[in-house]
C-alpha cells in the first residue's frame, strides 16, 4: 500500500514537472516573437564577428557613422552564443539555445518551489504565471541568458542562508560569467548584499557572519571585473543609466497596465496572496521584493528581475519555513527533465525556422536593395539597423544607442519625427545615398515624398527604400 501510495505522489509532480520544466520552454522558445527586436539581428553579427576575427572588438566595425570609433562590446559571450547557435543551425539554433535558457530557468525556480509547495501549485501556477509575465520580454537577446542565472543565484544565497554560512568563494564565479553575459550583473551584487544584511541581523555569531559575507562580496567585487572589457566593463552599466535617450526606448519607459497587463494582474494575485496566506519571510526579504517592485514599475525591463525573485523568495514564505514531505528520491525527476530536455532540444534544433517578414527581420525589403546602392551611406529605420548590419550592409544606426550616444540618437529622432533642417544636414554630412524607412514613420516618408530628388525605388507591406537622384 505504500508503495502504490508512493507511486501515486510521483506520478502527481511528475505532470506538473513535466509542463512547467519543459513543454511551456519549448513551446515559448518556438515562437518567432522571441525574433521580434532587430538588436537580434546585430547581437548574432556581433557574435559572428569575434568568432572569425578571434578577438572583442574595441571600437565599432559594422556602422559607416560610427565605424572605427570605440565601443564595448559589454553582451559579448551572449553574442558568441548566439552567433555559434546561428552558425549551427541559423534561427532554429537561435530557438534552441532560448528555449535550453527558459528550460534551465523553469527547472531551478520548480525545484527550489518543490521543496516547500506542492508540485501541482509550482507547476500550474507559480510557473505558468511567471512565464507569462516574462513573455513581453521574451527576445533572443543577452537578457535571456540572465534569467536562469539570476535564478541560481537566488538558490546559491538562498541555500547558504539556509546553513547559516556565506557561499563558497568559488560562487562568486557566477558574477564573472553574468558579467561578461549582460550588464545587469550590478543587481546581482545588490542581491548578495540583501543576504549578506539578513546574515548580520539573524546569525548567531555576527561576528563571523560579517566576516564571511564581507570575503565573499570582495570576492562577487573581484569577480565582475574578470570580464573581457576589463574595468570599461565592469562599470559601464553605471554610465549608460544617464543616458538622456533612455525615455525614448519602450522597455526602459515605466510599466504599464495598457501595454504589459498581466504584470499588473500578477501583482494583484501576489497581493491577495499575502493577505490570505500571510508569508512569514525575514524583513531583509520584504525590503528586496520591494525594491525589485521598485524597480519593474520604474522600468518595464526590470519587469522580469521581479517576477524571477518573488517565485525564488515567496514559496518558503507561503510554506512558513516547513519543507515539504518529497514521496521520490529528488534526482529522479532532476533525471527525467535532463533527457526530456536534450530530447526536445534536439527536436528544436532539427526543424527549421524563418521569422516571418516585419519591421524588425525586413529580409525582404533588404534583399530587394539593388546591389549598386548597398554599399552606399544609407539613413535606415531604427530597428532595421541590426538586420542590415547581418545583411552586411553599414547602418546610419542600429540598438546600440549606448555607443552612439545621445546628441546622435536625439538628433535622429529629429530626423524621423520629420525635421527637414536635420534631415538635410545629416544628408550634406555624410553624403546619404538611399533611405530604408518602415511605412509606419510617417511624419519622415511625408518629409521626403516632399523633399526635390528624392523616389520611392522599392517596397513591401513593411517598408519601403528611396533613393536620391
Not at 521580434?36 to 568568432?51: K, M
Not at 572605427?68 to 530557438?95: N, Q
Not at 529629429?414 to 553624403?431: C, L, M, S, T
Request: with cysteine; charged share 15%.
Amino acid at each position: 500500500m505504500a508503495d502504490t501510495q508512493t507511486a501515486k505522489r510521483s506520478g502527481s509532480s511528475l505532470l506538473p514537472m513535466l509542463v512547467a520544466v519543459l513543454l511551456i520552454p519549448a513551446a515559448l522558445g518556438s515562437s518567432h516573437t522571441i525574433f521580434n527586436d532587430g538588436d537580434v539581428s546585430w547581437h548574432i553579427a556581433s557574435g559572428r564577428w569575434i568568432l572569425e576575427h578571434g578577438r572583442i572588438p574595441t571600437t565599432d566595425p559594422f556602422s559607416f557613422t560610427w565605424m572605427g570609433k570605440h565601443w564595448v562590446p559589454f553582451e559579448w559571450l551572449a553574442d558568441v552564443i548566439y552567433a555559434s547557435g546561428y552558425r549551427l543551425a541559423g534561427y532554429a539554433g537561435v530557438s534552441a539555445l532560448a528555449t535550453a535558457a527558459l528550460m534551465a530557468l523553469n527547472a531551478i525556480v520548480y525545484f527550489n518551489a518543490a521543496r516547500w509547495i506542492r508540485p501541482v501549485f509550482v507547476g500550474f501556477g507559480l510557473l505558468i504565471v511567471m512565464n507569462v509575465v516574462l513573455i513581453p520580454m521574451l527576445l533572443a537577446r543577452p537578457h535571456l541568458f540572465v534569467w536562469p542565472l539570476l535564478a541560481a543565484w537566488m538558490w546559491v544565497l538562498m541555500r547558504a542562508r539556509e546553513k547559516d554560512r556565506a557561499p563558497p568563494l568559488a560562487a562568486a564565479l557566477l558574477m564573472s560569467l553574468w558579467a561578461n553575459l549582460h550588464g545587469s550583473f550590478v543587481f546581482g551584487l545588490a542581491i548578495a548584499a540583501a543576504f549578506g544584511l539578513e546574515a548580520l541581523i539573524s546569525s548567531a555569531d555576527r561576528i563571523r557572519a560579517f566576516r564571511q559575507w564581507l570575503l565573499f562580496g570582495v570576492a562577487c567585487a573581484i569577480a565582475v571585473c574578470i570580464n573581457a572589457n576589463g574595468l570599461d566593463g565592469a562599470l559601464y552599466p553605471f554610465k549608460y543609466t544617464d543616458l538622456e535617450m533612455l525615455p525614448m526606448i519602450d522597455e526602459w519607459k515605466p510599466s504599464s497596465a495598457s501595454v504589459t497587463p498581466f504584470f499588473f494582474v500578477t501583482l494583484a494575485i501576489i497581493a491577495v496572496l499575502i493577505v490570505w496566506k500571510r508569508p512569514r519571510l525575514h524583513s531583509v526579504r520584504w525590503l528586496l521584493l520591494a525594491a525589485c517592485l521598485g524597480a519593474a514599475l520604474y522600468q518595464a525591463r526590470h519587469q522580469a528581475m521581479f517576477v524571477i525573485v518573488a517565485a525564488m523568495i515567496l514559496p518558503e514564505g507561503l510554506a512558513r519555513g516547513q519543507q515539504r514531505a518529497r514521496g521520490e528520491e529528488p534526482q529522479t525527476p532532476v533525471v527525467i527533465a535532463a533527457v526530456g530536455a536534450l530530447l526536445l532540444l534536439a527536436v528544436r534544433l532539427s526543424m527549421p525556422l524563418t521569422p516571418p517578414e516585419n519591421q524588425t527581420n525586413p529580409w525582404k525589403l533588404i534583399a530587394s536593395v539593388p546591389p549598386e546602392l548597398r554599399s552606399q551611406p544609407v539613413l535606415n529605420y531604427y530597428s532595421f539597423g541590426g538586420p542590415l548590419i547581418l545583411s552586411g550592409i553599414r547602418p546610419y544606426i542600429d540598438g546600440r544607442g549606448d555607443m552612439y550616444g545621445d546628441p546622435f540618437v536625439l538628433g535622429y529622432g529629429d530626423i524621423v519625427h520629420g525635421n527637414q533642417a536635420a534631415f538635410d544636414e545629416a544628408v550634406r554630412r555624410w553624403n546619404i545615398r538611399w533611405v530604408i524607412m518602415a511605412h509606419d514613420q510617417k511624419k519622415f516618408i511625408a518629409m521626403l515624398r516632399k523633399t526635390p530628388g528624392w523616389r520611392q525605388i522599392r517596397h513591401n507591406e513593411v517598408g519601403a527604400v528611396y533613393v536620391r537622384s
